[in-house]
Nanobody
Framework: QVQLVESGGGLVQAGGSLRLSCVVS????????MGWFRQAPGKEREFVAG????????YCADSVKGRFTISRDNAKNTVYLQMNSLKPEDTAVYYC????????????????WGQGTQVTVSS
């Protein structure tokens, strides 16, 4: 059974930073891609970023490019999302996702989900 546990969310002021973490168990982590999604109230879930098994990254939301960085530490079975220069519109529940293969594109279907971590950015 694949399990994903997110952490690192919280309440921050605009312009601040957060680093989200997602610890994965139940699979050979280093051979699979990972991704981050987010969902704001009343909006569809949005694919933010993905990272392949070889650490090639893809940023799928134009609004986060240049501010967010996805990375992974295979020794810790953990994927990260570093979020800088946060804006109120970044407020959402952020979900870690584990697709079935080693690659992740902006149109790839989702796989296993974590429970999400709340990020709230105040004005």
């Amino acid at each position: 059974q694949v399990q994903l546990v997110e952490s690192g969310g919280g309440l921050v002021q605009a312009g601040g930073s957060l680093r989200l973490s997602c610890v994965v168990s139940g699979r050979t982590f280093s051979r699979y891609a990972m991704g981050w999604f987010r969902q704001a109230p009343g909006k569809e879930r949005e694919f933010v970023a993905g990272i392949s098994w070889s650490r090639n990254s893809t940023y799928c939301a134009d609004s986060v490019k240049g501010r967010f960085t996805i990375s992974r530490d295979n020794a810790k079975n953990t994927v990260y999302l570093q979020m800088n220069s946060l804006k109120p519109e970044d407020t959402a529940v952020y979900y870690c996702n584990a697709p079935p293969g080693p690659y992740y594109t902006c149109n790839s279907p989702p796989g296993y989900w974590g429970q999400g971590t709340q990020v709230t950015v105040s004005s």
